[in-house]
């Protein structure tokens, strides 16, 4: 339902399209993990990225959902040899730019316009993880699924007769990787929303049927949706 591009995306594809060729990346394919030296910042051109982390005993977490016309920056800008903070991992087909790190860095450094875009989406990125985090430890584990499933009507929610349909496929341990919670519990909410017609699930997709309920209940704030996604 909203836009998911910024000004630095379109600066850097500008930039670098007559430098780089668009790579095809099949579904299921693992650009980088966590800790591994950081070669290249990413354009996503199309398709479906997801960001997260293991953790030490295997769970994994998803942190961010990437669709289409996204900056992959996960490391930590201009340090010596830095290292990936997270893992990606492709889950549909992708084409993308691959743009080698210090050719990325010294463009923003010498193109002030770049240098503005890049620190405006920066913001944004920061109060958008600061929004999730607020949501969880107010809300708990079941308003955190709650917003979850907002942010996922803003990032892909289309509207039909029957509500919104996020028009992502999801299963049900997805989602729950989405909200650092077990599926055991998530299936509990999904269903106590499904009994009271908020929610529908079908071929691995959710339509919310009462998008004001899930607002109600976490007190949403009713942000733009440049912060209010799972980008």
Known sequence: MGETSYPIYHKLLDFFCKLESVQ????GTVLF????????IYLLL??????GRVHVRGKEFILKIYNDQ???VEYQLFKNNPHYQFFAKTLTDCELLAINREQFEDYVLTDPEAMNALVSWLSTSYLKAQMKCQD??????KGGLYS?????CNSYGIMTKDGILIDIP????????LTYGTREVIQRSLKELREIDVISYENQKFTIKNLQFLKTAVDCQNCPYEICGVN
């Open 70 to 72: 996204e900056v992959i």
């Open 33 to 40: 993990q966590e800790k591994d030296p950081t070669h290249y």
């Open 24 to 27: 095809k990346i099949k579904a």
């Open 148 to 152: 979850i499933l907002i942010r996922l």
């Open 136 to 141: 969880l430890i107010m809300n708990g584990k």
């Open 46 to 51: 199309k398709g479906t990225i997801a960001i």
């Open 170 to 177: 999801l299963t049900h341990q997805e989602l729950a990787n």
